[in-house]
Structures are given as structure tokens and as C-alpha cells.
């Protein structure tokens, strides 16, 4: 071999053996980078990561239990929140109910940590507890039992057990809200509810629409207007006082306050016209003795109402003016008594006077003085005061204000959410009578 063939032979083998060594230094690169991507993992390994996981699932546990609650059927506080606090992991809840007769039944739609229960849904007496699943576990609470309040059928027992007060008698009130096309109140259900010296007194008229204003007769539904005078009769008070009458109860008259010169603020009176609180007591006075169920024997509790009204608008002149009936004052009221009084005993008749007032208006001070000192001189109190208003007697009796030292009050309201089975209506107010409500002073 000659010297140039030795050569190229010589650089052939040096070229292949660089080549092969670039070559497995490129596949060792690669491999690195391969294992740097994406580790094995030992089969060991992986459990015991899924071990730790499944530790840090916490157990399931109430920590705070749903708890009983009472409530009212009507009125008051109708429905209750029950609630449970649970730890635990992935939490899902399911509550349940047992009724009085029953067995325990899933709530559907009840999946949440608290449950609201309605008296127009539940039972008195019915049993309510939650199951709260976790990851790791499912525990069951204890029970919470729901108490229903339901109207009494009992008031003057309850209330002459609770407050010492002996010879109470119990009845309603009653106007054309309770004699609507829709339904009419049966007097002899509310006579056989009342009892002995059962009663109801009745609205004869009100004052609360002004004057040459349309309305529906809530009786008829027929349309009327009030003409020149804003007094309206009630639509329901004869035939009511002769059915009430008829069922052996005891009754008496109220009238509904209302728009009076003095009231009117507007230019030119829009609202009352010429009409007074005098004049309010003679129409009352004339339909009282028109109803041939009160005579000159009778001693039936006479009322002026004392309320706030609702708001009517008139327009004179291009511009337009809007008001709101305003409850009388005192002296308003004071007025309408003395007038029914002077009138009604002229004739021979027996005034036994009063005045509806809601307690904390009948609380009201003016320098120091109650309010309705003047009027507590010359009427009896009618008081409302309704409590939780759930038809069952308050806790504690009415404040009656200056009435405080002439024997307290002599017929209280202590619901608008009594209801009757079978009378023929929804809500009434109910009103206890103390012993003397039918001896005028």
C-alpha cells in the first residue's frame, strides 16, 4: 500500500469512529432529556400519594343540632328556620318529616343546611331532622318538633286564666267586610262560638269617603256615590243586627270617624264639605234609632272609632289636590260623644259611650299629660291591642292610658286573625267584654 493509499485509509477510520462517537453522544442526550420529562413512578409511590389524599377527608359530624320552635297558624310568626352546622367533607344534606301519625318521609327539594317549616304546611306536633352525608360518612340529627298555635276557641277562659279576670264574655265585630257578595257571616256559628253574653258590635256607618265620591257597595257591588255629605251607612248594619238579633246575642254600634271641616284641609272643604263631628253624631244618632233593635231599654256599647283613613284626590280651580284621612283628635272625638249623648238622652234613651282606640295611641302624652284625659271623663275604652295578633289571647293586657285610674278597659281587641269554623267568613276581630260593658256609666 502506498503512502497516499495509507493515508486516506487512515482518515476514512478516524471520520467513521468521530460519527459513531457524535452519534451516541446525541442519543444520550435525548434519553436525559426524556427522563427529565417524565419520571417513572414506582408503583409504590403512587399509592401512597392516594393514601394521603384519602386522609385529609374529614369525618362527618353534627356540631350543631336543629332545634324545636313553636309558631302560629294565623298571624304572628307563621313558619320557623330550622337549621343544622355539620363538618365533614363534600357535605350534602336531606331533610325529613314525620308528621304526628306518620313515619319519617324525605322533604323534596329540601337539600340545604336549613329548611324553612310553614303552619299552612305542618301539623302541630310534626317531627323534623336532617341527614348530612360527607365523604366520609353519613350521620342523622336529632329531632326538632314543630309546635302550631291555633286559634282559640276559648278566649275569655284563657284570658280569665291568665290575668284573674272572672265574668268575662267574648264576641266580634262585624261590618260589610264580613257581608260581601262572596260571603255572608252566619250569625247563629258566632252565636253558638260566643256563648253566654256573646256578642257583636256592629258598624253602622263611617265618615271615610268624602263628599260626591264613587264607589261599589260592598255589599251589592252596585255602584253609589256619597252625595253631598261624606257619610255612608253601612251597607250590612240591619240585616246584620236583626240576624245577630235573632241568635240571642248581645250587640252594639260603632262609627267609623271621618271627613270633618276640621279634617278638610283643602280650599273650599273638597273633602267634607259643611260636615262636622256634631253632625257626624246626629246621622249616627238618626240611623241608630231608625234600627228598630235599639230602644230606649237598650244599653248597647255606642262607639266612635278613632282611625286613620285612607287617600282620596279632587281638583279645583285647574289644580289638583290629594289627602289622606287623618284619625279625629281628642277634642274632635270629645265633640261627637257629648252631641250622640244630648241627643240620644233628650229622647229617653240610655247612652252607654265609647271610644276604639289602638293602646298606644290611647298611651299618648301631650306636656306631661295623656292625651285622652278629657275623653276617659265621658266614655268608656274600647281598646285594641292585638299582641301577636295569632286569635289567641296576648301575654300581658292592654296600656289604656288615662283609662288607667276608671277601671282599664271595658272591651279589648285582641285579634283581627280570629277564625270561626263554619261562620262563613276568614278573619275576624275578636273582643273580650268585661262584666260592666253593657252598664252605661
Not at 460519527?19 to 432529556?33: D, F
Not at 258566632?190 to 265620591?213: C, E, Q, V, Y
Not at 270633618?260 to 280650599?267: A, Q
Not at 282611625?307 to 289638583?320: H, I, L, Q, R
Amino acid at each position: 500500500m502506498t503512502a497516499a493509499a495509507r493515508f486516506v485509509r487512515a482518515l476514512a477510520t478516524a471520520t467513521a469512529a468521530a460519527t459513531v462517537a457524535m452519534a451516541g453522544t446525541l442519543l444520550a442526550g435525548a434519553t436525559a432529556a426524556s427522563a427529565s420529562a417524565a419520571p417513572l413512578r414506582p408503583a409504590s409511590a403512587a399509592s401512597a400519594t392516594k393514601t394521603t389524599a384519602t386522609k385529609k377527608a374529614k369525618k362527618t359530624r353534627i356540631t350543631s343540632h336543629p332545634k324545636s320552635a313553636t309558631i302560629s297558624r294565623y298571624g304572628g310568626t307563621p313558619r320557623a328556620t330550622l337549621k343544622v352546622k355539620a363538618s365533614g367533607t363534600k357535605l350534602r344534606y336531606s331533610w325529613q318529616a314525620r308528621r304526628p301519625s306518620g313515619s319519617w318521609q324525605t322533604i323534596a327539594g329540601a337539600t340545604k343546611s336549613s329548611y324553612q317549616a310553614s303552619a299552612a304546611s305542618w301539623a302541630n306536633g310534626t317531627g323534623f331532622r336532617v341527614k348530612v352525608k360527607g365523604s366520609k360518612g353519613t350521620v342523622t340529627s336529632t329531632t326538632a318538633t314543630l309546635t302550631v298555635l291555633m286559634p282559640s276557641n276559648t278566649p275569655a277562659k284563657d284570658a280569665a286564666k291568665a290575668f284573674g279576670l272572672a265574668g268575662l264574655s267574648q264576641g266580634v265585630d262585624l261590618s260589610s267586610y264580613q257581608y260581601t257578595p262572596s260571603a255572608k257571616v252566619r250569625a247563629g256559628v258566632l252565636a253558638d262560638w260566643a256563648g253566654t253574653n256573646g256578642f257583636a258590635i256592629l258598624r253602622l256607618g263611617s265618615g271615610a269617603r268624602p263628599i260626591n265620591h264613587s264607589y261599589a257597595d260592598a255589599c251589592t257591588n252596585e255602584s253609589r256615590n256619597t252625595g253631598n255629605t261624606p257619610v255612608v251607612q253601612d251597607c250590612a248594619f240591619a240585616t246584620l243586627s236583626d240576624q245577630v238579633r235573632a241568635a240571642g246575642m248581645r250587640q252594639g254600634a260603632y262609627w267609623f270617624n271621618g271627613w270633618t271641616t276640621g279634617v278638610d284641609t283643602s280650599p273650599g272643604n273638597l273633602f267634607a264639605g259643611d260636615f262636622t263631628p256634631a253632625k257626624s253624631a246626629a246621622r249616627f244618632v238618626a240611623i241608630l234609632k231608625a234600627d228598630g233593635n235599639y230602644t230606649k231599654t237598650s244599653t248597647n256599647p255606642l262607639v266612635i272609632d278613632v282611625e286613620a283613613g285612607g287617600s282620596f284626590s279632587k281638583s279645583s280651580g285647574g289644580k289638583k289636590y290629594t289627602h289622606a284621612l287623618r284619625a279625629w283628635t281628642p277634642a274632635e272625638a270629645a265633640e261627637f260623644l257629648t252631641t250622640a249623648k244630648a241627643l240620644l238622652t233628650a229622647d229617653g234613651y240610655r247612652a252607654n259611650l265609647y271610644v276604639y282606640l289602638s293602646a298606644s295611641v290611647a298611651e299618648q302624652k301631650t306636656k306631661g299629660r295623656y292625651a285622652w284625659s278629657d275623653v276617659a271623663g265621658i266614655a268608656r275604652l274600647w281598646v285594641a291591642s292585638w299582641g301577636a295578633n295569632n286569635a289567641r289571647v296576648p301575654a300581658s293586657q292592654p296600656k289604656v292610658g288615662p283609662w288607667s285610674t276608671r277601671g282599664g278597659w271595658s272591651i279589648w281587641q285582641y285579634t283581627s286573625n280570629l277564625r270561626i269554623s263554619g261562620s262563613g267568613v276568614d278573619a275576624l276581630d275578636g273582643d273580650l267584654a268585661k262584666p260592666d260593658a253593657w252598664t252605661p256609666r
